[in-house]
């Protein structure tokens, strides 16, 4: 049984930082891209950040920079490191493990979603 948990999400003003976990049960991270996506309200659901089996990275252009995607194998848990956010960047942010990187079509499991709110 494959599942992932997020946790860190919450409410913070422009310019602050937020760091995103997403913890792995069920299966190894060698098997999947991991990565984040972001959906808000009356907008496509959208790749923030993923990370291959090859551990190569992909960034959405409006978060390169600002946005830093990592693995703890250790711990079984993906982060993402969110700095100098902005308003745009509030969403629902979904942990995802998938077959193919930064599309949300190809991934096999979802996690619950964390809320993040930048005003």
């Known amino acids: 049984h494959v599942q992932l948990v997020e946790s860190g999400g919450g409410s913070v003003e422009a310019g602050g930082s937020l760091r995103l976990s997403c913890e792995l049960s069920g299966d190894t991270f060698s098997n999947y891209c991991m990565g984040w996506y972001r959906q808000a309200p009356g907008k496509e659901r959208e790749g923030v950040a993923t990370v291959d089996t090859d551990d190569s990275t992909t960034y959405g252009d409006s978060v390169k920079g600002r946005f830093t995607i990592s693995l703890d194998n250790a711990k079984n848990t993906l982060y993402l490191r969110m700095n100098s956010l902005k308003p745009e960047d509030t969403a629902m942010y979904y942990c995802?493990?998938?077959?193919?990187?930064?599309?949300?079509?190809?991934?096999?499991?979802w996690g619950q979603g964390t809320q993040v709110t930048v005003s």
């Open positions: 995802a493990a998938g077959g193919h990187c930064y599309d949300y079509r190809f991934v096999n499991y």
